[in-house]
């Protein structure tokens, strides 16, 4: 009985070893932590456009997934495209986890909206109507949205308009926030040498000026693409922070 027990014991030891390194195995592959690469979308108009490249390389290099959609020329009251649609097909086929909305108030270059005049009292009532729509439809699926404020630009009635814009984006209603207030992300100091407004040259790190702005006043070198860039990556990677509320 004692060598028969003893041959029976010898036969089960290869399966209990291998029951055992099965066991150790999956108890691995169940602990092994998962990389997620975490969608961003970022919607915008010829700033968010022509600095499209550099955004992708530095999220992608900050361990992101981008997607970037941007428009040149376009705003939230084109009659010639609606921003309200492409919101609501942008978020049913990404589903992204972070959204940057940046639009500096193009109004006109695909068509005007009867009885609304620029910079008019209506312009602005109408802009935060159709922003609050977009907040609404971009946080539906619960991604963090964060709207550029910025950066300034050189014609005063533009600045003016960009500073009115700035206000309305930071005045939404945020579904998703503990302060019902949106999440931003500040380009005006980056872009501006200091915080006198705006800047065509900023310093590099030896000291030299080098040009960031184009010559009308409104769009990015490629310097300034890249400062763009980085902008907006730093502060997606820092995650939410305190509102800017612009002087």
């Not at 009985?1 to 070893?17: I, N």
């Not at 992608?60 to 492409?86: M, Y």
């Not at 729509?133 to 009635?157: F, K, N």
Request: aromatic letters at 8%; hydrophobic letters at 45%.
């Amino acid at each position: 009985m004692e060598m028969s027990d003893r041959a029976h014991k010898h036969r089960l030891w290869p399966w209990a070893m291998a029951l055992v390194v099965g066991a150790v195995a999956i108890a691995v592959i169940v602990v092994a932590p998962l990389v997620v690469h975490q969608k961003v979308l970022c919607i915008g108009d010829s700033l968010t456009s022509g600095a499209a490249q550099a955004i992708s390389d530095q999220l992608r290099a900050k361990g992101f997934d981008p997607e970037v959609h941007a428009i040149p020329g376009s705003g939230l009251l084109d009659t010639k495209l609606n921003w309200t649609d492409q919101a609501h097909q942008l978020i049913a086929q990404l589903d992204p986890d972070t959204v940057v909305v940046e639009f500096i108030g193009d109004y006109g270059l695909l068509g005007e909206r009867p009885g609304v005049a620029p910079n008019s009292a209506q312009f602005f009532k109408e802009w935060a109507a159709a922003a609050q729509q977009l907040e609404d439809i971009l946080t539906s699926r619960g991604a963090q949205v964060y709207w550029v404020l910025g950066p300034s630009v050189a014609q005063v009635v533009g600045e003016h308009e960009l500073v009115s814009l700035d206000y309305i984006y930071q005045a939404l209603r945020a579904p998703n926030t503990p302060s019902g207030r949106p999440l931003t992300i500040d380009a005006v100091r980056p872009f501006s040498l200091h915080g006198v407004g705006y800047s065509e040259f900023l310093p590099d790190a030896t000291g030299h000026p080098v040009q960031i702005r184009t010559p009308d006043g409104t769009h990015l070198t490629a310097a300034g693409d890249q400062l763009f860039a980085r902008t907006l990556t730093d502060a997606i990677a820092s995650g939410p922070s305190r509102p800017f509320w612009r002087l």
